[in-house]
């Protein structure tokens, strides 16, 4: 839990800029502890942009990204883990030539006190364990998935960024993936995940946000959106920039 009683994280009025191009325009949102919270949008619409801001990785242009109350724009990346910051990027980004083990490891290097460790990693994936001295390189995708979420999991954040976990692999895949959520939540980490399979979003999140061109289109509870408006949000269909649900 946040030590003040507030939100986890806070983003007000985020503006970030590719060169001349703006990737978010004044996007604000709040994410509670132990929520999930699922960021939907087209590719281009800024949701990976998004979380490189949040994580430290890109530099943004003006606004306020408050984790715990305390406006982390200033830090660097490193420093935004040992906070408790850790994202799960798109594409893996394995080191192909490392064990699984080894790869876990990495992920330890400015690792949070916590109860998550490499065991408790071999628990929420139990075909790890054979497979610790197998290189990355040698893994399926969805497997490849599984190591790039235990390396985060291993610096025991408070805030878990997942960056379309779901892309290129197969249905089944994902779900045995998104099957872990609950086990995360109990063990006190909130999540704000960035997916483009709307449905598999709505499945787990408890708040749903979708951006449209660096813009916020819509965004509330799952129970709350409708599939015509959220249909609307998505591609700009009728919709006016920046006006939430």
């Known amino acids: ?7 986890l994280l806070e983003v007000r009025g985020l503006t970030v800029h590719h060169g001349q191009l703006r990737a978010l ?6 994410v509670g502890a132990g929520e999930v919270y699922a960021m939907i949008g087209a590719n281009g619409a800024g949701k990976t942009t998004l979380l490189r801001a949040i994580s430290g990785l890109k530099a ?9 109350g305390t406006d982390v724009r200033a830090l660097r990346t490193e420093r935004r883990v040992a906070a408790g910051i850790v994202m799960v990027p798109e594409g893996r980004r394995l080191f192909p030539s490392l064990t699984v083990e080894e790869n876990l490891q990495v992920g330890a290097a400015y690792a949070r006190p916590g109860a998550w460790n490499i065991d408790r990693v071999y628990e929420l994936f139990s075909w790890m364990p054979e497979r610790r001295k197998q290189l990355a390189a040698q893994l399926s995708g969805g497997e490849q998935q599984a190591v790039a979420i235990g390396r985060a999991l291993v610096a025991n954040p408070r805030l878990l960024l997942l960056d379309e976990v779901s892309l290129g692999l197969a249905p ?3 779900r045995r993936i ?3 959520l609950p086990d995360l939540l109990a063990s006190g980490v909130t ?3 960035v997916e483009q399979d709307v449905s598999q979003a709505l499945r787990v999140a408890s708040h749903v946000h979708c951006l ?6 819509l ?3 799952p129970a709350q959106l409708t599939a015509a408006g959220i249909e609307d949000a998505y591609f700009g269909l009728n919709a006016t920039p920046g006006a939430p649900a």
Do not use: C, K, N
């Open 219 to 221: 965004q509330g509870e």
């Open 178 to 180: 998104y099957d872990t």
């Open 212 to 217: 449209l061109e660096g813009r916020t289109t």
């Open 172 to 174: 089944v895949i994902v």
């Open 25 to 30: 325009d004044e996007v604000s949102l709040t």
């Open 191 to 193: 999540v704000l995940l």
């Open 1 to 7: 839990m946040t030590t003040g009683g507030g939100p």
């Open 60 to 68: 943004s242009t003006s606004g306020a990204i408050l984790f715990d």
